[in-house]
């Protein structure tokens, strides 16, 4: 299975851990809504849609001693930190938040605490290795997707080419995008060009598919040949990307 794939269940798991079953069942369905998922995830989602159902606990509040253990635990018990910390306030929380950016936690778990931080306009600084670099950055200077024009251009582009005629692409579009943001973060794609961005994405889409000439029509149908590739983040993971 692939590591898009590997992460959305990973996630899925994570919710259900907490019993916020809602949640779980947002993502799973989300996810068996889309077009084309592989067989062998859908047999896992659909399995996790079965239990969410079954479920019959009553949810429980994790509180800070869970958020101590889990940063301190196994790399699922720091992705469900990320989870609960998104609900509360991040102010309070500096040096919990710090002990997860140095840890081994995936690029895009750290893209959600960061996006987190960002949205409630954190203006601490805070630092992280990425890339062999020793970043420092401040959550509330990032700038937030819906002004990011590189970000912004290329959810367009996505609409032009594929929502009058196949929706459900530029869905998958959309959310491969967002990995790749999180991927990113601290970083933003202001200077990055759209065009670029989204077929680099579509590309990518289109591998995972295994339909290769649909690319090349995109490409010949738009004029792209020419345009250059970029190397998406989530591809430096390996080459089961998505």
Known sequence: ?????????????????????????????????????????MDQLEELK??????????????????????QGTPVQQEMA??????????????QIQQLLDSDLLDEFKGELIESLMEQRVDEPFHMQKNGLDIEFVPAAIIPVQED??????LELFDHWFSSQDPGMTAFCNRLLRQEVLNARPFDFAETDPLLLAKSVVRLVYEAMGQP???????????????GDLLLNIEKRGANTI
């Open 1 to 41: 299975m692939n590591a898009y794939y590997e992460s959305l269940l990973d996630r899925i798991r994570e919710e259900m851990q907490l019993s916020r079953w809602k949640a779980a069942m947002q993502l799973i369905q989300g996810e068996l809504d889309l077009p084309y998922v592989p067989q062998d995830a």
């Open 50 to 71: 079965q239990e969410c159902r079954g479920a019959m606990s009553t949810p429980r509040i994790p509180g800070v001693q869970d958020l101590e253990k889990w940063i």
């Open 82 to 95: 990320v989870s609960m910390l998104a609900g509360m306030n991040l102010r309070q929380f500096g040096p």
């Open 149 to 154: 024009s590189g970000l912004t251009g290329a």
């Open 213 to 227: 000439e649909g690319y090349d029509a995109l490409v010949t149908a738009n004029g792209l040949s020419e345009t």
